[in-house]
């Protein structure tokens, strides 16, 4: 039996108990599962998937192309080396995900197809009631601490906005995150609208196909190019260093490298921003007009993808490609008609225009019989969140591998529980202590820090943050990494009961 494969099950009984319940197979379910099986190995426990098989985005997603917009030996686990180029493509990465199952046994605790409709919280108990569908029926779990796993966006649609005149044209419109299995490019003319790492994915892996394809970009995006080798690993290998003194020693040269050009991009925006444009113009040529690739913004206010051996641009020089930068007027029978007055034509329009944010998994949550409201909340380092008891959310790095968070979290939740199983405690809250009193409440996010589309929409469904790093997902894993292991769980922040 493969991993992808969900293994049989008994009929369940009416209600199912667990230590733990973790929401969500994706790179954070499977990362918090294995952590669990390794630190609290007396602990039940359970993950619930809502797909039919592991890996969330990389299993979801099947556009041309799809792969990783950011190193797999920070996106891969501590736990397990990752020997393969540094940017992989999904099918890649599911193989990984797969092994990190097969090899310690994760599978028996994977329940997939299980979307979950409800999550309550009861004072009286100390316990969460899950409510989960399951093929029309009903499955309930109780659990003692709720992990969420599940990511932070909405699986079932991607965001495309609605121009006027969309109903008149008469090709296929085409999102990425729902693109079809049977959809023909061949000899057609194709637009991409959007500039992001979907974009420099798909782009590059139609252009032999297509007639031609063209991206529409209402702005420029950063792009980091280059070769999809990591010359340091390639270098220990030849030393026969073991794989395991590898990933560790380049994942540690990898975030030192991200770290500081992090700080040079906010202390010397001018000069990166030259850098980046710098390696582009040497994939396109010094001759190449840069109107279409230099941002209005500052480098790492959106996210910036590496560019495997340049391959968008290259489609770009061999003529199978172009981008335009201009705003949509309209939709018309045959293509796009821009406010500058010019008209594209295409068979096939891709909206790479980004996702919807999903708040804790779009779950209906209730504390106490009360219904939850996010945005209520104030957030005790991106992870825990007051008036919310035993339960801990995994949300990432922006500007590094999402999974460096998976790992040090984990550590946080095992360290908690057998804290709270040390002094016989049942439940667990994060509160604002005396010294916080009177400490402004901000968006969960600076706009001035980080931007992207999809945040801003979804802003006022997410917690607020405070003035103080405690009260804030300061997306800095360079400090995290130390802050985090040496958090007091005896602080005032934490009240136990």
């Known amino acids: 039996m493969t991993a992808t494969q969900a293994r049989p099950r008994p009929d369940s009984p009416k209600t199912e108990h667990f230590d733990v319940l973790i929401v969500g197979a994706g790179i954070s379910g499977v990362g918090a599962a294995y952590h669990l099986t390794k630190q609290r190995p007396g602990t039940s ?65 994977i329940r997939y197809n299980h979307r979950i409709a409800s999550a309550t919280w009861s004072s009286r108990d100390n316990t ?58 061949k000899g057609k003319k194709v637009i991409c609208i959007g500039s992001g790492a979907t974009t420099a994915t798909v782009v590059p892996a139609i252009a032999a196909d297509v007639e031609h394809v063209t991206v529409l970009q209402r702005s420029p995006t950063y792009f980091i190019p280059g070769r999809n080798v990591n010359d340091l690993a390639e270098q220990l290998r030849e030393l026969e260093i073991p794989e395991m003194w590898i990933h560790e020693i380049v994942r540690r040269r990898i975030l030192k490298d991200q770290d500081l050009f992090t700080k040079r991009s906010f202390e010397e925006p001018e ?16 001759d190449a007009d840069m109107t279409d690739w230099t941002p209005t913004y500052r480098p790492w206010r959106q996210r910036i993808a590496f560019v495997p051996d340049g391959d968008i641009f290259e489609g770009v020089k061999a003529g199978k490609a172009s981008v335009v930068t201009d705003e949509i007027e309209s939709f018309t029978e045959k293509g796009i008609c821009l406010k500058s007055g010019r ?25 106490d019989e009360k219904p939850l409201n996010f945005a209520d909340t104030v957030t005790y380092r991106g992870m825990m969140f007051t008036g919310i008891p035993n339960m801990l959310w995994i949300f990432g790095y922006f500007r590094a591998s999402w999974t460096l968070r998976v790992d040090l979290l984990s550590d946080f939740v095992c360290r908690l529980l057998a804290h709270m199983e040390a002094k016989g405690a049942k439940r667990v809250d994060v509160q604002l202590r005396p010294e916080d009193k009177g400490m402004e409440l901000l968006s969960w996010m600076d706009t001035e820090n980080f931007n992207p589309g999809y945040l801003l929409r979804s802003m006022h469904l997410l917690p607020k943050r405070g003035t103080k790093p405690e009260w804030q997902h300061t997306q800095d894993y360079w400090r995290e990494k130390d802050w985090i292991p040496a958090i007091d769980l005896d602080g005032p922040e934490f009240a136990y009961s």
């Open 271 to 286: 000069v990166v921003k030259q850098e980046l444009l710098g390696a582009v113009k040497m994939y396109l040529g010094e």
């Open 128 to 185: 969460w009631t899950i409510e989960a569908t399951v093929n029309g029926e009903t499955r309930r779990f109780t659990a003692n601490f709720l992990w969420m796993c599940q990511g932070y966006y909405r699986h079932s649609e991607g965001y495309t906005p609605e121009w006027p005149g969309m109903d008149t044209f008469k090709g296929e419109i085409v999102h990425p995150q729902t693109w079809p299995e049977d959809l023909d490019l």
């Open 343 to 367: 008209e594209l034509e295409a068979d096939v329009i891709i909206t790479a225009t980004g996702f919807n944010l999903s708040v804790l998994g779009d779950i209906k949550f209730t504390i």
């Open 45 to 109: 426990f359970v993950v619930l998937e809502g797909l039919d098989s592991f890996g969330g985005t990389w299993w979801m997603h099947r556009y041309p192309g799809i792969r990783s917009d950011s190193d797999l030996y920070t996106f891969g686990y501590r736990f397990k080396p990752w020997v393969g180029a540094p940017i992989a493509s999904a099918e890649e990465i599911l193989k990984y995900m797969g092994e990190v199952i097969e090899e310690n046994d994760l599978g028996k605790h």
